[in-house]
Each structure stands twice: as structure tokens, then as C-alpha cells.
Nanobody, 119 residues
Framework: QVQLVESGGGLVQPGGSLRLSCAAS????????MGWYRQGPGKQRELVASITRTTGSTYYADSVKGRFTISRDNAKNTVYLQLNSLKPEDTAVYYC????????????WGQGTQVTVSS
């Protein structure tokens, strides 16, 4: 049984910052690419950022480049997303996603954490 548990969401004013965390637990052999998606009101879920396991190569959506930073701690099976210079359009439920190898490799999702940017 594998679980992804997110934390760190909340209400923040425009220009503010938040740090999201996502910890994986269970019978894990290895965790490959980890990422963060978001789904705003009335919008489709979109990939925000991702990071590979071995090289730490990162990807960012154009809308968050220069403002968000993804990182991971492989020893803790945890991925982080630092959100800076937040805008109202960043308001969304943020979901953690990870490719995890147990017996097979599957994609797992967290339950989501709400980020609301409003004055």
C-alpha cells in the first residue's frame, strides 16, 4: 500500500509565499519522477513542475517559471514545491504525483491541498 500525503496549502495574499510538501510511504522500492499538478476552478488539471530521481532534472510550466521551485529529498521520499510571488491565478488544488516502483511501477496521486491567493 502506497500513500502520498500533501501538506502546506492555505490562504495567502498576492505576492506571498507557500511551501508544499508531499511525503510517500508504504512498500516502496524506488520513486522515479515526482511532480506537482494543479486544478483551478473550472479548469483542467495541469502539470506545474516535475523532477527526476537520478539527475534532478526539472520541468516547469511557463506560467510558474521563475516563481516556483521544485525539489526532493530522496532519503525522505518527499517532494517540495516552493511557491513565491503568488498571484490570484495560482489559486487551485495542488496534487502531488509520483511514479513509484513496488512490484510494478505505477503513478500515484495525493489527496490534494488547497492554495488560495486572495487579498
Amino acid at each position: 500500500q502506497v500513500q502520498l500525503v500533501e501538506s502546506g496549502g492555505g490562504l495567502v495574499q498576492p505576492g506571498g509565499s507557500l511551501r508544499l510538501s508531499c511525503a510517500a510511504s508504504g512498500s516502496i522500492f524506488s520513486i522515479n519522477t515526482m511532480g506537482w499538478y494543479r486544478q483551478g476552478p473550472g479548469k483542467q488539471r495541469e502539470l506545474v513542475a516535475s523532477i527526476t530521481r537520478t539527475t534532478g532534472s526539472t520541468y516547469y510550466a511557463d506560467s510558474v517559471k521563475g516563481r516556483f521551485t521544485i525539489s526532493r529529498d530522496n532519503a525522505k521520499n518527499t517532494v517540495y514545491l516552493q511557491l513565491n510571488s503568488l498571484k490570484p491565478e495560482d489559486t487551485a488544488v495542488y496534487y502531488c504525483n509520483a511514479l513509484i516502483a513496488t512490484i510494478n511501477q505505477n503513478a500515484y496521486w495525493g489527496q490534494g491541498t488547497q492554495v488560495t491567493v486572495s487579498s
